[in-house]
């Protein structure tokens, strides 16, 4: 009883204090979900108020925007997103503003590392779709993403990005298909739609935001490296006959300052066996949800140590005043936490992602 006890008290010193808040970015998410809104208008200040607190690399590429127009119908600059892409020269230092008119774009696209301050802008009612037939086995997983963000400070706002290969049947290798890879540092997607079935996001590393987006897919929909918070976004499960998992968070190392935190989301969709929440795809997994409806469709057991019974005492799977049919906390598999206040605090903020220094509104 004295090494579980001692367990205990480990796990519960590293979800005090492996998550840094800054000074700044304390204030908690509220629990009422129709506060969620004025919750960010409040806290994520227009730029003309935050002038000397945010990035400065950002606040200088921000102050002089420049807005370049892709149109199918070539009433635009470019036709295309890839000829757009290529006109952004590396070592961009401004905002550059990709205005993107309706229809599918099938193209497959990378942002390189080089080419920071880039916006994919689209229409809230008329929303551009990026597509592509990508697969693992033609690129590898993480490459066969419809778009590729590699730089830092990139923003997607009202997009549909789809890979628009074949649901794996498991018949074949490499099945996998990724719609977006994200790997740029502070980076946010407003009203996007993510759409596919293995492996949807690849949520691969740094500081990202979602908020207000749809996310759909079959296993591993949500996997990478990342430090993301996903605010107000709904998860939808496509129903598999073995069975679904949402995330699949890639963490070895107490030293790795990653996770991903759900809050006020929403998760749906079909599936008869129900979906777990996450799996342990490695040793020190950190996924949390908080305020977040779940239906049905989720697993009872809520998580999956992935047939590692020693990560039970590794992961760091929680919940935090979750609710609907598929939150209730009895039956929960043992790596799965129900949260103190205190300790999913850390969670509830932009101080997940240090969002005061970086997180901006989408241009209208």
Same mark, same amino acid.
């Given at each position: 009883?004295?090494? +579980?006890?001692?367990?205990?008290?480990?796990?519960?010193?590293?979800?005090?204090?492996?998550?840094?808040?800054?000074?700044?970015?304390?204030?908690?998410?509220?629990?009422?979900?129709?506060?969620?809104?004025?919750?960010?208008?409040?806290?994520?200040?227009?730029?003309?108020?935050?002038?000397?607190?945010?990035?400065?690399?950002?606040?200088?590429? %921000?102050?002089?925007?420049?807005?370049?127009?892709?149109?199918?119908?070539?009433?635009?600059?470019?036709?295309?997103?890839?000829?757009?892409?290529?006109?952004?020269?590396?070592?961009?230092?401004?905002?550059?503003?990709?205005?993107?008119?309706?229809? !599918?774009?099938? !193209?497959?696209?990378?942002?390189?590392?080089?080419?920071?301050?880039?916006?994919?802008?689209?229409?809230?009612?008329?929303?551009?779709?990026?597509?592509?037939?990508?697969?693992?086995?033609?690129?590898?997983?993480?490459?066969?993403?419809?778009?590729?963000?590699?730089?830092?400070?990139?923003?997607?706002?009202?997009?549909?990005?789809?890979?628009?290969?074949?649901?794996?049947?498991?018949?074949?290798?490499?099945?996998?298909?990724?719609?977006?890879?994200?790997?740029?540092?502070?980076?946010?997607?407003?009203?996007?739609?993510?759409?596919?079935?293995?492996?949807?996001?690849?949520?691969?590393?740094?500081? #990202?935001?979602?908020?207000?987006?749809?996310? %759909?897919?079959?296993?591993?929909? +949500?996997?990478?490296?990342?430090?993301?918070?996903?605010?107000?976004?709904?998860? #939808?499960?496509?129903? %598999?006959?073995?069975?679904?998992?949402?995330?699949?968070?890639?963490?070895?190392?107490?030293?790795?300052?990653?996770?991903?935190?759900?809050?006020?989301?929403?998760?749906?969709?079909?599936?008869?066996?129900?979906?777990?929440?996450?799996?342990?795809?490695?040793?020190?997994?950190?996924?949390?949800?908080?305020?977040?409806?779940?239906?049905?469709?989720?697993?009872?057991?809520?998580?999956?140590?992935?047939? #590692?019974?020693?990560?039970?005492?590794?992961?760091?799977?929680?919940?935090?005043?979750?609710?609907?049919?598929?939150?209730?906390?009895?039956?929960?598999?043992?790596?799965?936490?129900?949260?103190?206040?205190?300790?999913?605090?850390?969670?509830?903020?932009?101080?997940?992602?240090?969002?005061?220094?970086?997180?901006? #509104?989408?241009?209208?």
């Amino acid at each position: 009883m004295g090494s +579980i006890a001692a367990i205990q008290c480990a796990m519960t010193a590293i979800l005090l204090v492996s998550t840094t808040v800054s000074s700044d970015d304390k204030s908690p998410i509220p629990a009422d979900p129709s506060s969620l809104n004025t919750w960010f208008q409040d806290n994520v200040k227009p730029l003309a108020d935050r002038k000397g607190t945010i990035d400065p690399a950002l606040e200088a590429a %921000e102050a002089k925007p420049r807005t370049i127009k892709v149109r199918q119908d070539g009433s635009g600059e470019f036709k295309t997103l890839k000829d757009a892409i290529n006109s952004i020269p590396t070592g961009n230092t401004e905002r550059v503003i990709v205005d993107i008119g309706p229809g !599918e774009y099938i !193209e497959k696209l990378k942002i390189e590392r080089g080419k920071p301050f880039v916006t994919f802008l689209g229409s809230p009612s008329n929303k551009p779709t990026l597509s592509f037939d990508g697969t693992a086995k033609e690129y590898g997983t993480v490459y066969s993403a419809t778009l590729e963000a590699e730089a830092d400070y990139f923003v997607a706002a009202n997009i549909i990005i789809k890979n628009s290969a074949p649901r794996p049947n498991g018949e074949l290798k490499g099945e996998q298909a990724v719609a977006l890879r994200i790997s740029g540092d502070k980076s946010a997607f407003y009203n996007c739609r993510l759409l596919g079935f293995q492996d949807t996001l690849c949520d691969d590393k740094g500081r #990202h935001l979602f908020k207000d987006c749809y996310i %759909e897919g079959t296993v591993d929909y +949500i996997f990478g490296s990342g430090k993301s918070l996903y605010l107000g976004t709904e998860l #939808h499960v496509i129903g %598999e006959e073995n069975g679904n998992f949402i995330t699949a968070h890639a963490r070895n190392s107490e030293a790795e300052d990653t996770g991903f935190s759900f809050v006020h989301c929403k998760v749906d969709g079909t599936g008869a066996k129900g979906a777990y929440l996450g799996r342990a795809w490695q040793a020190r997994p950190r996924v949390v949800f908080s305020y977040t409806t779940m239906s049905d469709v989720v697993n009872p057991e809520g998580w999956s140590n992935n047939f #590692h019974p020693e990560r039970d005492q590794t992961a760091l799977f929680g919940e935090y005043k979750c609710e609907g049919e598929g939150a209730n906390p009895a039956g929960r598999a043992k790596a799965s936490k129900q949260l103190t206040p205190d300790q999913a605090a850390p969670f509830i903020s932009l101080g997940f992602i240090e969002g005061s220094k970086w997180v901006l #509104h989408p241009p209208n």
